[in-house]
T-cell receptor
Framework: QKEVEQDPGPLSVPEGAIVSLNCTYS??????FMWYRQYSRKGPELLMY????GNKEDGRFTAQVDKSSKYISLFIRDSQPSDSATYLC??????????FGAGTTVTVRA | DAGVTQSPTHLIKTRGQQVTLRCSPK?????VSWYQQALGQGPQFIFQ???????QRGNFPDRFSGHQFPNYSSELNVNALLLGDSALYLC????????????FGPGTRLTVL
């Protein structure tokens, strides 16, 4: 079993829809959670960073963490074609490495 | 303000050869991590350098080695290349003492034939 599970999709939504992405994990020591966006043939770009359980909002993006269920989510409101990318969840405990999911490919149709 | 930069952009090598990849961290960052991203997969942690020392290592063989220079830039060396080493190699840097937030460069795409 992988430490971080993420449905690879692909996910296709019409412009303006809400995009819902999620990851599950098995390591209860994880306490820092991130979402990265990666365009084709580019490096990952940090979108959201949260510590422990709870919600965090930044513009059209909302990140949720439920440590009791070992489940994290990212919601993108009013999606735009420019949001078409692969979204990677990442998490870490108190050491230095990030553990990533496989990524979900999202296409927003104009 | 320049972000994380990596060179070269692309590289083609043959099995058994050696390769060196380079990374310059974001201005003000002192910690550099290297990741390997195979096609369709998430990045896998190779190692992290801080104060010119390898601070943590992932599950990669000794063929993978690195170095950090006094100006915080870093190199990743891979010896005896295998076909399975073909991947996007990513460098990430972070602020002093805040290694939770890691900022990635564009990567070097290595193809081993």
């Amino acid at each position: 079993q992988k430490e971080v599970e993420q449905d690879p999709g692909p996910l296709s939504v019409p412009e303006g829809a809400i995009v819902s992405l999620n990851c599950t994990y098995s390591n209860s020591a994880f306490q820092y959670f991130m979402w990265y966006r990666q365009y084709s043939r580019k490096g990952p770009e940090l979108l959201m960073y949260t510590y422990s359980s709870g919600n965090k909002e930044d513009g059209r993006f909302t990140a949720q963490v439920d440590k009791s269920s070992k489940y994290i989510s990212l919601f993108i409101r009013d999606s735009q074609p420019s949001d078409s990318a692969t979204y990677l969840c990442a998490m870490k405990d108190t050491d230095y490495k990030l553990s990533f999911g496989a990524g979900t490919t999202v296409t927003v149709r104009a | 303000d320049a972000g994380v930069t990596q060179s070269p952009t692309h590289l083609i090598k043959t099995r058994g050869q050696q390769v060196t990849l380079r990374c310059s961290p974001k201005s003000g960052h002192d910690t550099v991590s290297w990741y390997q991203q195979a096609l369709g997969q998430g990045p896998q942690f190779i190692f992290q350098y801080y104060e010119e020392e390898e601070r943590q290592r992932g599950n990669f063989p000794d063929r993978f080695s690195g170095h950090q220079f006094p100006n915080y830039s870093s190199e990743l060396n891979v010896n005896a290349l295998l076909l399975g080493d073909s991947a996007l190699y990513l460098c990430a840097s972070s602020f002093p003492g805040t290694y939770n937030e890691q900022f990635f460069g564009p990567g070097t795409r290595l193809t081993v034939l």
